[in-house]
């Protein structure tokens, strides 16, 4: 453990002398139920982005449903590093936390008016801006406290603390205004947040558990992923259970459980001993790489899938307005093909970063899937998600078979850091 890291004795001190009690976590500290329960109101976030994008079906609305994400998650991977740090179900720090998700969940409700102010009740923009910024505050202040007497957190803080005041005072601004004008302002206060975390380095930062930071995002993965099942269900919500209702279900169903195979058959794995063997000085700037910035695009991926998935069986299931012939057009067929080409190159680029390996098979099927959409837009709805299906189910199947050995190796026997190094699948 590097001379800044907080020793468990040095929280309890400081805890101590502030009268709060706050416990450290250890080096093999697991999720906890209250982050589980904290996540279900990201779910609900994440559903909210969905809808909104399909109830705006164009590009302005499919760019504002990812700005909206954007903010969600920059909220989320915050408190993943806090709970990193101190155990989030103890003391102060579970205060913090469930105020935290009642901020959120205001603003969760508060997403189909963050563009558009409807009449009556509150300025929704308005409360959107003031949710992030009371969800940002909390996260500084109580990490803050945290940090007690280590210079290196503190000093961190104090180069992070401009991109929080100025990602959130841009978006109050932006609440204020209307049409593109809005979604301009609110990209360049994504841009300042995400971009000033970005150049206040990650030297100060502390990661106590490789295991629980791995964990945290694994578990946000299937959540997303979980949504995306939810989008099924919500599309044929209302119709008849028809036979191509099944058969569009089913073939979902299998698409999402081969993006999931994907993530956690072994690259989860090699990526958290990644993580775990990496210097305590460089292991910060790693987790910030691979897991706060590069999980972002992988999380897009899977909500724009879930938007696809959504428009499909709406079509697939709604016989009156729509032929079994009628093939997926515009933003549902983009969403759909477009999710899992960004899911497959967003993998590799999380791959690549962690453990230095280019999963080359990867970046091939995300080019064949974008090469394959003029075909989607002429096939039936339903036969553009059986071939999107095919692809991925195919790439897991070629991996599985073509690195049996070293899968076997990885799953079941533990692999060192050397042997990380020289196996090439995911």
Not at 288 to 296: E, K, M, Q, T, V
Request: net charge negative.
């Amino acid at each position: 453990m590097c001379d800044g890291d907080l020793a468990q004795s040095d929280v309890m001190n400081l805890t101590q002398r502030r009268r709060l009690r706050m416990e450290a976590s250890s080096q093999d500290a697991s999720v906890t139920p209250l982050e589980l329960f904290f996540d279900l109101v990201f779910v609900f976030g994440l559903t909210q982005v969905t809808s909104l994008m399909a109830d705006d079906l164009t590009v302005s609305g499919l760019i504002r449903g990812l700005l909206v994400l954007g903010l969600l998650w920059w909220s989320w991977t915050g408190y993943a590093w806090l709970a990193n740090v101190v155990r989030a179900d103890e003391g102060a720090a579970r205060i913090a936390m469930l105020a935290a998700m009642a901020a959120m969940f205001v603003l969760a409700l508060s997403i189909p008016e963050a563009f558009n102010d409807e009449p009556g009740g509150l300025n929704g923009p308005m409360v959107v801006g003031v949710c992030y910024f009371a969800f940002r505050a909390l996260h500084l202040v109580l990490f803050w406290i945290i940090a007690g007497d280590d210079e290196g957190l503190r000093r961190q803080l104090v180069r992070f603390t401009p991109s929080v005041i100025g990602g959130t005072a841009l978006l109050l601004v932006a609440s204020g205004l209307e049409g593109s004008a809005k979604t301009v302002l609110w990209s360049v206060a994504l841009l300042v947040d995400y971009g000033g975390t970005l150049l206040a380095g990650a030297s100060g930062w502390r990661l106590r558990s490789a295991r629980h930071f791995a964990e945290r995002h694994g578990l946000i993965v299937i959540v997303a992923l979980g949504e995306s099942i939810v989008a099924v269900g919500v599309g044929v919500a209302g119709l008849a259970i028809s036979w191509p209702i099944v058969v569009a279900a089913v073939v979902g169903l299998a698409l999402a459980a081969g993006m999931w195979w994907m993530y956690f058959d072994i690259t989860s794995l090699v990526a958290e001993r990644a993580l775990a063997d990496e210097l305590d000085g460089d292991r910060p700037r790693l987790a910030r790489d691979a897991y706060s910035f590069l999980h972002l695009p992988l999380i897009t991926g899977v909500v724009l899938l879930a938007l696809g998935m959504k428009k499909l069986l709406e079509n697939v299931g709604d016989t009156e307005h729509h032929d079994l012939a009628d093939p997926l057009t515009g933003i549902g067929l983009y969403a759909l093909y477009g999710g899992v080409s960004l899911y497959l190159v967003s993998h590799a680029a999380f791959k690549l970063r962690a453990t230095h390996i280019l999963s080359v098979q990867r970046l091939v099927a995300a080019a064949m899937v974008l090469a394959l959409l003029p075909l989607g837009a002429q096939l039936p709805a339903l036969g553009a998600l059986v071939v999107l299906t095919a692809v991925v189910v195919g790439l897991v199947a070629f991996e599985a078979i073509r690195f049996a050995e070293d899968r076997e190796r990885i799953r079941h026997e533990g692999m060192p850091r050397d042997s990380v190094q020289a196996v090439e699948q995911s």
